[in-house]
């Protein structure tokens, strides 16, 4: 069983900077891709970012392609997620998940394991 213990949230003024992280312990993280989404009441969780097991592929969303980076540190079993240029939309919880499989999609579906969450709130 794995557990992901996200932390670094906040509350920023629009066109500022977060780093987000996620510790995962109880599993082998270096054989786990890695995934941030995040969600707004009343909507679905919507996929960020993910990495690769070994860090050496990543994906973005169009919405925050070139403004936020997903890496990881696999010695520390931790996923970090720099956010920068940060836009009032970007207001939502952030969640960590792990995945057992090689290349997950974007679905929600294919990770196993979620963090629960931390606050990300933008002012404009």
């Known amino acids: 069983q794995v557990q992901l213990v996200e932390s670094g949230g906040g509350l920023m003024q629009a066109g500022g900077s977060l780093r987000l992280s996620c510790r995962a312990s109880g599993g082998t993280f270096n054989r786990l891709a890695m995934g941030w989404f995040r969600q707004t009441p009343g909507k679905e969780r919507e996929f960020v970012a993910r990495?690769?097991?070994?860090?050496?592929?990543?994906y973005y969303a169009d919405s925050v392609k070139g403004r936020f980076t997903i890496s990881r540190d696999n010695a520390q079993n931790t996923v970090y997620l720099q956010q920068f240029s940060l836009k009032p939309e970007d207001t939502a919880v952030y969640y960590c998940?792990?995945?057992?499989?090689?290349?997950?999609?974007?679905?929600?579906?294919?990770?196993?394991?979620w963090g629960q969450g931390t606050q990300v709130s933008v002012s404009s």
């Open positions: 998940a792990a995945s057992s499989r090689a290349v997950p999609s974007s679905a929600h579906s294919d990770y196993t394991y």
């Open positions: 990495i690769s097991w070994s860090g050496l592929s990543a």
